[in-house]
Nanobody, 120 residues
């Protein structure tokens, strides 16, 4: 079983910033694409951002474009989500996920999630 572990969530005021981290086992991290998703109360889980194995290609949802940045450090087996200019509507549980290739729709592994709460 592959375990992804998110961290960095918390409570922040609107306009503030947070950086989420997701650590993955080294045996998969360096070759897998990684993604961030979020799920707000009463809503379906939605895509936030994704990055290919070497960081050369990234995708973002329209709702966070220009405010969030996904990056990865393969030497540390960690993917990051830098979140700036946070809004109350960004409040959600944020999950990281891993898949073999960026172009494959389905993610193979998921973390347990980290709560992000943005107060107005």
């Amino acid at each position: 079983q592959v375990q992804l572990v998110e961290s960095g969530g918390g409570l922040v005021q609107a306009g503030g910033s947070l950086r989420l981290s997701c650590a993955a086992p080294g045996r998969i991290f360096s070759t897998y694409a990684m993604g961030w998703f979020r799920q707000a109360p009463g809503k379906e889980r939605e895509f936030v951002a994704s990055i290919n194995w070497n960081g050369g290609t990234t995708f973002y949802s329209d709702s966070i474009q220009g405010r969030f940045t996904i990056s990865r450090d393969n030497a540390k087996n960690t993917v990051f989500l830098q979140m700036n200019s946070l809004k109350p509507e960004d409040t959600a549980v944020y999950y990281c996920a891993a898949k073999r290739q960026l172009t494959i729709p389905r993610y193979d592994y998921w973390g347990q999630g980290t709560q992000v709460t943005v107060s107005s």
